[in-house]
């Protein structure tokens, strides 16, 4: 299998895992460079292109980068998703009778 594997979109994901739970305070440029390895001028570039796409703002000290809750927005889809999902798995149950599986979530009727 072909490796389409993009470095500076790993490093954005690893930022926002990093940044994941940082929300009241935020985290500094430079301790987030460290923590991931890169350079300052990198972790730069990477917090604008979260900001821009909604992702992060500065905290109001003006030092610190935070997520935005744009992630819980995307958490709440989710779960919405699953709730739809689940309900349709349960309608399939009762018509038939019996339990209904897709992957590893089960309803038993």
């Known amino acids: 299998m072909s490796d389409y594997t993009n470095a500076s979109q ?5 930022l926002i895992d990093l940044l994941a739970g940082h929300e009241v305070n935020g985290l500094e440029p430079g301790a987030i460079a460290k923590a991931l390895g890169q350079s300052a ?15 992060a703002e500065r905290h109001p000290n003006g030092r610190t980068w ?4 744009h ?7 989710y ?15 009762q018509r038939y009778g019996g339990p209904v599986s897709l ?3 089960s309803i038993h009727s």
């Open 10 to 14: 790993q490093r954005l994901l690893r």
């Open 41 to 55: 001028s990198a972790v730069t570039r990477d917090l604008g292109n979260l900001h821009t796409a909604g992702w």
């Open 79 to 93: 779960l919405t998703a699953l709730q739809a999902g689940a309900a349709q798995l349960q309608g399939v149950s």
């Open 66 to 69: 935070r997520l935005t809750p």
């Open 103 to 105: 992957g590893d979530f």
């Open 71 to 77: 992630v819980i927005q995307i958490s709440q889809r």
